[in-house]
């Protein structure tokens, strides 16, 4: 499997963005996929995972209620609409897929093919 990240740009506080993760590769479906993201002199940070089939979400806090992640299996996409963006969500996205199929987790350790990344940025 390989990932392509897009969707990432500038945009104003209170604003909206959707990121896409392309999949190439058959078993997409079977796997759990996540985004992370990474600002400057930070540490990568889970933001958001979704189980195989669609079925099953999370979140980190700091993006609850503001973030929607999803998947298309048919399409071999998974997506991460963000809304009402703050400045300390300014960073750069990764999509992951979780190195195990049926399973989900938060952390980034357990997610074996990383996408590109896409910036964010958001200006106050």
């Known amino acids: 499997v390989q990932l392509q990240a897009s969707g990432g740009g500038l945009v104003q506080a209170g604003g909206s963005l959707r990121l896409s993760c392309a999949a190439s590769?058959?078993?997409?479906?079977?796997?759990?996929m996540g985004w992370f993201r990474q600002a400057p002199g930070k540490e990568r940070e889970f933001v958001a995972a979704v189980g195989w089939n669609g079925g099953s979400t999370y979140y980190a806090d700091s993006v609850k209620g503001r973030f929607t992640i999803s998947r298309d299996n048919a399409k071999n996409t998974v997506y991460l609409q963000m809304s009402n963006l703050k400045p300390e969500d300014t960073a750069l996205y990764y999509c992951a897929k979780h190195s195990l199929k049926g399973v989900v987790h938060t952390t980034p350790r357990v997610y074996d093919v990383w996408g590109q990344g896409t910036q964010v940025t958001v200006s106050s």
């Open positions: 590769g058959r078993t997409f479906s079977s796997y759990a």
